[in-house]
């Protein structure tokens, strides 16, 4: 009979072994930091893209092999020294030899006095060799994690900084020293990555949950996100979109703020804002093919006919995104639009009369499909 518990025991046993060959061996315990180390990079830098992750893992495997050559010269070095004179016993020598001095006691047996002097159980020097490896093991391995903790801490922060255009570290290091004047200095110190910068750094203010945001006027509105997918720029109309829009912006002059948690190492150059165009009637076929225009309500596409807005990142908020087009004079005309991300859209409208043409458009149902237009002039 196989006991249930056989695997248990056979795992057990193996980090067993694994666990002693370590301790013994400090090349070994070093491979093991270094596979740690290797894991660990590997699951921190999931959400960055696959360029970046391999230089960082080539910097990892740059620090191990300078780390590992300074340790074999390390161990060389201390292999080869020569081994420490053994202390020698004398009685009644003076304080200024190098030997060291035992007084005879003259109230105990000659026989215990050299017993303690000069035998020691091989068991005790067993356990004095195990207790200073593991000392020494213990202190490598201290060594190893804080070594690598700080290359990298280092190694993010250098490209947080290289994706937000945060100041170098002489910089930090700089602004971060005492002002002598203690009305200049502030009474707290703002986290990095948090939502909220110093007081007047940004004209404007920022959002503090996750979302996409419109700014207008120095303020912020949220943008909804629609159930429809956006369809590629070659698919010239997207699924009929049935709700009505919930933002309203007071003109086209508007920028925007996205604000997601994904977009720190993957922010697009660009992005658009697509034409949401209404329906405005159908054309219709009775069952004598008689056409007929009818007036349609609550029905919309998003074209295909875009606008290009530049992206960079906000400074000190490395998962925040300015959106905003490269003519600071631009504005929107009046209707209905998407900021689109990826394939999503999010929803706003822009007040005022409806003058673009590309914001109407008709639609004709036929046996075949529904089929789009443009809306003709009356």
């Known amino acids: 009979m196989v006991s249930p518990h056989a695997q248990e025991v056979e795992y057990a046993l193996i980090l067993s072994r694994m666990i002693n060959?370590?301790?013994?061996?400090?090349?070994?315990?070093?491979?093991?930091?270094?596979?740690?180390?290797?894991?660990?990079?590997?699951?921190?830098?999931?959400?960055?893209?696959?360029?970046?992750?391999?230089?960082?893992?080539?910097?990892?495997?740059?620090?191990?092999?300078?780390?590992?050559d300074f340790s074999a010269r390390r161990e060389e070095k201390e292999r080869l020294q020569p081994p420490a004179p053994p202390a020698q016993i004398a009685l009644g020598a003076s304080p200024a030899n190098s030997m060291v001095a035992v007084h005879q006691a003259n109230s105990l047996p000659k026989s215990v006095v050299l017993?303690?002097?000069?035998?020691?159980?091989?068991?005790?020097r067993d356990a004095e060799r195990q207790t200073r490896l593991l000392s020494s093991t213990l202190a490598r391995v201290s060594i190893g994690m804080?070594?690598?903790?700080?290359?990298?801490?280092?190694?993010?922060?250098?490209?947080r900084s290289s994706l937000t255009g945060a100041p170098t570290a002489s910089v930090v290091a700089k602004s971060a020293a005492p002002?002598?004047?203690?009305?200049?200095?502030?009474?707290?110190?703002?986290?990095?990555?948090t939502a909220a910068p110093s007081p007047g750094s940004l004209p404007f203010p920022l959002p503090s949950?996750?979302?996409?945001?419109?700014?207008?006027?120095?303020?912020?509105?949220?943008?909804?996100?629609?159930?429809?997918?956006?369809?590629?720029k070659r698919v010239a109309m997207s699924t009929p979109v049935g709700q009505p829009s919930r933002t309203t912006?007071?003109?086209?002059?508007?920028?925007?703020?996205?604000?997601?948690?994904?977009l720190a190492g993957s922010a697009p150059d660009r992005m658009e804002v697509r034409v949401v165009a209404r329906v405005v009637r159908a054309l219709t076929f009775d069952a004598?093919?008689?056409?007929?225009?009818?007036?349609?309500?609550?029905?919309?596409?998003?074209?295909?006919?875009s606008y290009e807005f530049r992206v960079r990142p906000l400074p000190g908020n490395p998962e925040m995104l300015m959106v905003?087009?490269?003519?600071?004079?631009?504005?929107?005309?009046?209707g209905r639009y998407v900021l689109a991300l990826k394939n999503q859209g999010y929803d706003f409208t822009v007040a005022g009369k409806v003058t673009d043409p590309s914001q109407c458009i008709e639609r004709t149902d036929a046996a075949n499909g529904a089929f789009y237009s443009d809306c003709q002039k009356q």
């Open 21 to 68: 060959t370590v301790k013994e061996d400090p090349s070994q315990l070093r491979m093991t930091i270094y596979e740690f180390a290797r894991a660990r990079l590997q699951i921190d830098t999931e959400w960055i893209e696959e360029p970046e992750r391999t230089r960082l893992r080539a910097a990892l495997e740059t620090a191990i092999q300078g780390v590992e």
């Open 115 to 124: 017993k303690e002097v000069y035998w020691r159980p091989e068991t005790e």
């Open 209 to 232: 949950d996750y979302g996409v945001y419109a700014l207008n006027d120095a303020k912020l509105s949220e943008l909804y996100l629609l159930p429809e997918q956006v369809p590629d």
């Open 324 to 334: 905003q087009s490269a003519d600071a004079n631009f504005a929107l005309p009046a």
């Open 249 to 262: 912006l007071p003109d086209g002059k508007a920028k925007f703020v996205v604000f997601r948690r994904d």
């Open 146 to 159: 804080v070594l690598f903790g700080i290359v990298a801490g280092l190694t993010i922060y250098k490209y």
């Open 288 to 305: 004598k093919g008689k056409a007929s225009f009818v007036p349609v309500s609550d029905a919309w596409n998003i074209r295909n006919v």
């Open 179 to 193: 002002s002598s004047n203690p009305s200049q200095q502030s009474p707290a110190i703002a986290e990095p990555g």
